[in-house]
């Protein structure tokens, strides 16, 4: 089935820590995202990419980076710098009609 | 800037009531595009329509509808006969024109929880 993945489901870091949090997609999508959710808020976009070795900061990229060095994979490494990393990360990729198809989230917590 | 506006925060219902939610949006652009996503309790967005400026005619999809008015800015979702099923975050989200470069990011507003009771 096509699809976007994303593992893990749930991550735990130490304070200090950086952690990849990883996303695929088999629906041969150019343009994809990462957006951060706190509880009781929207999504806010951190980085998108709309081809392969592209990519631009959203709106609260402080902290994080990213990498696309193929299509179908776009990694998200939260880093030291982000001073409160907790929270549900989705990542996303766009159809043919602008819509963004989500996949499952990665729900990060630090210890 | 884009910005879009959900005033109601939670709504509870008895299930087979209808129910609306509300969004308002802004945007300085002629053509873009306004989207709603279901996020149940597993935390994944679930994408339901999406809608170009300039396409201003209702849409009914079995018990959801989508009402779009230009001129107040608004596209409410109504969901008739609803179910418990429909307990969920409903998100209401807006685009820019593709044409221009502005359809790459999404402006969220802050959801509706909605609460279907039986």
């Known amino acids: 089935d096509g699809g976007i993945t994303q593992s893990p489901k749930y991550l735990f870091r130490k304070e200090g820590q950086n952690v990849t949090l990883s996303c695929e997609q088999n629906l041969n999508h150019d343009a994809m995202y990462w957006y951060r959710q706190d509880p009781g808020q929207g999504l806010r976009l951190i980085y998108y990419?709309?081809?392969?070795?592209?990519?631009q900061k959203g709106d609260i990229a402080e902290g994080y980076s990213v990498s696309r060095e193929k299509k179908e994979s776009f990694p998200l490494t939260v880093t030291s710098a982000q001073k409160n990393p907790t929270a549900f990360y989705l990542c996303a990729s766009t159809g043919q009609y602008n819509e963004q198809f989500f996949g499952p989230g990665t729900r990060l917590t630090v210890l | 800037a884009q910005k879009v506006t959900q005033a109601q925060t939670e709504i509870s219902v008895v299930e087979k009531e209808d129910v609306t939610l509300d969004c308002v949006y802004e945007?300085?652009?002629?053509?873009?595009?306004l989207f709603w996503y279901k996020q149940p309790p597993s935390g994944e967005l679930v994408f339901l329509i999406r809608r170009n400026s300039f396409d201003e005619q209702n849409e009914i999809s079995g018990r959801y509808s989508w009402n779009f008015q230009k001129s107040t800015s608004s596209f409410n979702f109504t969901i008739t006969a609803s179910q418990v099923v429909d307990s969920a975050v409903y998100f209401c989200?807006?685009?820019?024109?593709?044409?221009?470069?502005?359809?790459?990011?999404?402006?969220f507003g802050t959801g509706t929880q909605l609460k279907v009771e039986l």
């Open positions: 989200a807006l685009s820019g024109d593709i044409l221009t470069g502005g359809g790459n990011k999404l402006t």
């Open positions: 945007t300085r652009d002629t053509t873009y595009y």
């Open positions: 990419s709309q081809i392969v070795n592209d990519f």
